[in-house]
C-alpha cells in the first residue's frame, strides 16, 4: 500500500533514469560538416550550395 500511496501522492516518472553528458563536439549530420558547408568533397550541387551560403553570408557586410 506504501508504494501505491507514494506513485498518487508523486505520479510516475517515465523520463530519463540518470543525467548522461552530452557531446559537445559530436556532429550528428553530414550538412554539418566542414567539406559539406563548404564544397569540397566533389559534388556539384553542394560547391553550389556552398557558394549561395558565401553569397548570403557576405550580403550585408
Not at 1 to 7: E, K, P
Not at 30 to 36: E, L, P, R
Amino acid at each position: 500500500m506504501d508504494d501505491f500511496q507514494n506513485i498518487l501522492e508523486n505520479g510516475i516518472n517515465f523520463g530519463r533514469g540518470g543525467d548522461k553528458p552530452k557531446d559537445e563536439g559530436k556532429v550528428k549530420t553530414k550538412a554539418k560538416k566542414k567539406k559539406y558547408i563548404t564544397g569540397a568533397h566533389g559534388s556539384g550541387s553542394a560547391r553550389q550550395k556552398a557558394k549561395y551560403r558565401e553569397q548570403r553570408a557576405n550580403r550585408h557586410k
